[in-house]
Each structure stands twice: as C-alpha cells, then as structure tokens.
C-alpha cells in the first residue's frame, strides 16, 4: 500500500520562501513519477511539478519556473518541493502524487495521492 505523507505548508509572506515535504511509503519507487500538484480555492487541481524518480528528471509548470524546485531523496524516499518567491496566487492546498509510470502533468496519470499540506502566502 503506496502511503504518501506531505509537510512543511504554513502562512507565509509573500516573496518568502518554504519547503515541501514528501514522505512516501509502501514499495520501491523506482520508475515511478513523482509530482507535486495544488488546488486554489474554488478551483480544480492544477500541475505544478514532476520528478522522475530514478533519473531525477524534471519538468515545471510555467507560473513556477524559476521559482520552484523539484527533488527527491531516493535513500530518504523523499520528495521535496522548494518554493522560493513566493506569492500570493501560489496559495492554495499542495498534494503529492505518484505515477507507477513514466508521466508528465496530466493528473489522471497519478495513482496515489497524500491528504496535502496548506500553503496561504499573504501579500
């Protein structure tokens, strides 16, 4: 059972920074794809970054590059997510995800997802 387990959100100012925390559990992770994705309120959930679990091969929504950075500790079985810059539209709830397949942004590609962590950055 693929247990995935987020932390780190909290209220932030804008041009702040702040890090995720994804702790996944339950069975090798090798060849997954690993993503991190958020809902606004009111709002559907939208992409925002993925991470190949074995090669660390990244790929970013446009609002967050250069902002954000995907990562993941393979030892730790770990993904992070930095955020740095941040600003008032990037509040919202962030979920992690994970994908048994090679995978991009599409949501219905991701077959575990953790419970999410709030982050509410005030301007």
């Known amino acids: 059972q693929v247990q995935l387990t987020e932390s780190g959100g909290g209220l932030v100012q804008a041009g702040d920074s702040l890090t995720l925390s994804c702790a996944a559990s339950?069975?090798?992770?090798?060849?997954?794809?690993m993503g991190w994705f958020r809902r606004a309120p009111g709002q559907d959930h939208e992409f925002v970054a993925r991470?190949?679990?074995?090669?660390?091969?990244?790929y970013y929504e446009d609002s967050v590059k250069g902002r954000f950075t995907i990562s993941r500790d393979n030892a730790k079985n770990m993904v992070y997510l930095q955020m740095n810059s941040l600003k008032p539209e990037d509040t919202a709830v962030y979920f992690c995800?994970?994908?048994?397949?090679?995978?991009?942004?599409?949501?219905?590609?991701?077959?575990?997802w953790g419970q999410g962590t709030q982050v509410t950055v005030s301007s």
């Open positions: 995800a994970a994908a048994s397949k090679l995978t991009w942004g599409t949501i219905g590609s991701y077959d575990y």
């Open positions: 339950g069975r090798p992770f090798s060849g997954y794809t």
């Open positions: 991470v190949t679990w074995s090669a660390g091969i990244t």
